[in-house]
């Protein structure tokens, strides 16, 4: 087994509990709440653009707020994504991580991230962005939790 395919196992563990955030917030709490920033959209739309974004190789080159014509952090809740939108980003998100890692070899896992200043190698950049999936996964379950709602299965 190499290191990418290590890696993309583990991108399959985070894909299934982000989509399970789809599946189990009720309707009327999913663009809403009392803090901005726990709105469930939100938390999950800026989490799989965080993904998208680590796949290029220079993130000056992201589109970043272009896949729903705003920011994440700049939207209104009549502008967050809806579950059906958010779906269809994870899909395209998963198929282009994985057409992103599955040819690298454990040398080119290894090789040093020329455009990217805070991270040593592809690896080290991509075992970060699954931190950071899995710090916006816990983020979510708690405020799912404290509102009294189902929480994704670990």
Not at 62 to 90: N, V
Request: aromatic content about 10%.
């Amino acid at each position: 087994m190499t290191i990418a395919q290590t890696i993309l196992g583990e991108f399959d563990h985070g894909w299934n509990m982000l989509s399970a955030v789809i599946e189990i917030t009720p309707d009327e709490h999913w663009a809403t709440g009392e803090d901005d920033y726990l709105i469930p959209a939100r938390l999950l739309w800026h989490t799989i653009e965080a993904i998208d974004c680590n796949r290029y190789p220079n993130s000056d080159d992201f589109p970043w707020g272009e896949h729903f014509g705003t920011g994440w952090g700049k939207a209104t809740p009549d502008q967050l994504p809806t579950k059906k939108q958010l779906a269809t980003y994870i899909s395209e998100t998963k198929q282009a991580v994985i057409d992103y890692l599955k040819p690298k070899t454990d040398e080119q896992m290894m090789t040093p991230e020329p455009t990217c200043k805070w991270f040593s190698s592809i690896l080290h950049k991509t075992t970060y962005i699954l931190r950071h999936t899995h710090q916006h996964i816990g983020e979510i379950n708690a405020e799912l939790r404290r509102r009294g709602l189902e929480r994704t299965k670990w």
